[in-house]
T-cell receptor, first 112, second 113 residues
Framework: GENVEQHPSTLSVQEGDSAVIKCTYS??????FPWYKQELGKRPQLIID?????GEKKDQRIAVTLNKTAKHFSLHITETQPEDSAVYFC???????????FGKGTSLLVTP | SAVISQKPSRDICQRGTSLTIQCQVD?????MFWYRQQPGQSLTLIAT?????????ESGFVIDKFPISRPNLTFSTLTVSNMSPEDSSIYLC??????????FGPGTRLTVL
């Protein structure tokens, strides 16, 4: 099955700095790569996604890049704010094309 | 985005008993899924809930332990059977539309004593 590796497991940045989280996947058939933000005690929230026919997507302060050849994709958060502090999960579609396999998560801390 | 609700939100159960978790979505979704999330861990897919047919289980999960129903497009149940303390976890349902975007319910926090 699909294996999604995510790094780093923890990330601490100063407010205003950028944060980058990287993921790799194993199944070349994967075609959909979402990113979720999960605050403590809350459900995962979809923040951005990218499909295999696109190399980069941006939404205000967040962007995602995809390198299909290398099978890796990254989340970039610019001008970080304390409210960006949360656990971020990357995911990739597996064999079915719909079900998601998740990375282990990155705990992001943005300090004022 | 789809609005997804679950109930109960939490429960404390005795070992050997079973608990059924309900999931309702407010719009017709193509797919529904059930995940488990241990505290401080990632999400692990249990199964895909198929409308009107048996669910598709991931490796390590079996129908006898986690029977799933999906009688229509917007409703699904997950039963955790013959519970043990190892089943203590958060159980999340999700729904996905035609564009793969998957949205999660608030989760059910289960504690087995």
């Amino acid at each position: 099955g699909e294996n999604v590796e995510q790094h780093p497991s923890t990330l601490s940045v100063q407010e205003g700095d950028s944060a980058v989280i990287k993921c790799t996947y194993s199944d070349s058939a994967s075609n959909y790569f979402p990113w979720y933000k999960q605050e403590l005690g809350k459900r995962p929230q979809l923040i951005i996604d990218i499909r295999s026919n696109v190399g980069e997507k941006k939404d205000q302060r967040i962007a995602v890049t995809l390198n299909k050849t290398a099978k890796h994709f990254s989340l970039h958060i610019t001008e970080t704010q304390p409210e960006d502090s949360a656990v971020y999960f990357c995911a990739a579609t597996g064999d079915s094309g719909y079900a998601l396999n998740f990375g282990k998560g990155t705990s992001l801390l943005v300090t004022p | 985005s789809a609005v997804i609700s679950q109930k109960p939100s939490r429960d404390i159960c005795q070992r050997g008993t079973s608990l059924t978790i309900q999931c309702q979505v407010d719009s017709q979704v193509t797919m529904m899924f059930w995940y488990r999330q241990q505290p401080g861990q990632s999400l692990t897919l249990i199964a895909t809930a198929n409308q009107g047919s048996e669910a598709t289980y991931e490796s390590g999960f079996v129908i006898d332990k986690f029977p799933i129903s999906r009688p229509n497009l917007t409703f699904s149940t997950l039963t955790v059977s013959n519970m043990s303390p190892e089943d203590s976890s958060i159980y999340l349902c999700s729904g996905a539309g035609g564009r793969n975007e998957q949205f999660f319910g608030p989760g059910t926090r289960l504690t087995v004593l």
